[in-house]
């Protein structure tokens, strides 16, 4: 089909190519957080629930939150023009929520998806490629790694940033997020993801101080453990089944919920291996400061071509997120200040980010 958008127009000194990527000599170091789940439905409502005016209904599964730190030695465009441009470095480093949604009525049309938060690169084309086609909201960060970063996980991220907003104060960068901990001991390694999951599960995991934000929810050892809870249930029911002012579809009961959610997770993935993203992509007005020129919720699908091996690594880790009012990610996720952790896990693979599809437009 002929596409009825303008041309963009590829101005010199634009290094970004066209979609979709390719990702080669990728290492993706992910831990297990125990967040709040109430805090990260009101940031999915902001984001998802609230633009698309109830199109679409999205709700957050767990309060499990994802910590993925994305070391990429090549990534480069696949597209015919820009195929020969030549390559980037890209790491790539954020929090992620699980939620379930779609079209409201039509509880078969219904995804999986993971929701970025609050993501850091230290590539400006990879802010601007993952900004402007996609709507990743990506920021610029400085790295500093413990030892090798594909071999070592542990890091500080310092951002540009406001710890207190202050009309006389002025932005600084200073150190956001901080894996620290003893140097990391052997790989162990798991047949999948599955394993991966089970093997969190199974390590022995401090408790973590009281989360702000996180109300009464309390913390759990097995990651996404809590997705099928009778309130998820209830709640993904009443929104599959429409407005129900309109009584134009039976809203569908908590058993058929149960199995169709069951169905989904057990295709769980990390981001970048076959899971999709859900992402707000907009555009602020010239004209009117506080509307949006471009507005829309796209989704987009990447998708492991090779996986050379999944592990776990055990150790005596701790990830501090420093609090910031213009970053607040301890508020947004419902995540505390120190996390202890004893497990994370690594991916060694290869993927492709394809073209994305645009579920809703305002």
């Not at 470095?89 to 929520?97: A, K, L, Q, V």
């Not at 996986?307 to 419902?334: C, K, M, N, W, Y």
């Not at 004893?342 to 991916?347: A, I, N």
Request: proline share 8%.
């Amino acid at each position: 089909m002929t596409s009825r958008l303008p041309d963009f127009v590829d101005a010199p000194g634009r290094l970004v190519g066209a979609a979709p990527y390719r990702s080669d000599g990728a290492v993706l170091w992910g831990a297990f957080l125990n967040g709040g789940r109430s805090a990260q439905q009101r940031a999915c409502d902001r984001l998802l629930n609230t633009p698309c005016g109830g199109a679409f209904a999205f709700r957050v599964l767990s309060r499990t939150v994802l910590y993925a730190a994305l070391l990429a030695e090549r990534t480069y465009s696949l597209h015919p023009r820009d195929a020969g441009r030549g390559a980037m470095r890209e790491r790539d480093i954020g929090f992620w929520s699980l939620v379930v949604g779609g079209p409201r009525g039509d509880l078969t049309r219904w995804r999986l998806y993971w929701l970025p938060h609050f993501l850091f690169v230290d590539s400006a084309s990879a802010m601007a490629s993952g900004r402007e086609v996609y709507g990743y909201f990506k920021d610029i960060g400085a790295f500093t790694f413990a030892g090798s970063p594909t071999h070592d996980p542990r890091m500080v991220i310092a951002v540009e940033h406001m710890k207190r907003f202050d009309p006389a104060g002025i932005a600084a960068s200073a150190p956001l997020v901080h894996l620290k901990g003893k140097a990391p001991g052997a790989l162990h390694d798991a047949e999948d993801f599955t394993r991966l999951l089970a093997s969190s599960a199974e390590a022995p995991q401090a408790a973590p101080a009281p989360a702000p934000e996180s109300g009464t929810e309390t913390g759990t050892d097995a990651p996404f453990a809590d997705a099928l809870d009778s309130e998820i249930v209830d709640a993904v029911a009443a929104d599959a089944g429409g407005d129900p002012a309109e009584f134009t579809r039976k809203a569908p009961d908590a058993r058929e919920v149960r199995r169709y959610l069951e169905g989904l997770l057990a295709g769980l993935k990390p981001p970048r291996m076959g899971l999709p993203t859900v992402l707000l992509k907009q555009i602020p007005d010239a004209e009117e400061p506080l509307a949006a020129a471009h507005l829309s919720i796209v989704t987009v699908e990447p998708v492991a071509d090779t996986v050379r091996a999944f592990a776990t690594v055990r150790g005596a880790f701790e990830l501090v997120i420093e609090p910031s009012d213009s970053h607040p990610i301890g508020a947004t996720l419902g995540l505390a200040h120190r996390t202890p952790l004893s497990t994370l896990f690594r991916v060694d693979m290869d993927f492709t980010v394809p073209t994305g599809r645009t579920l809703w437009r305002g």
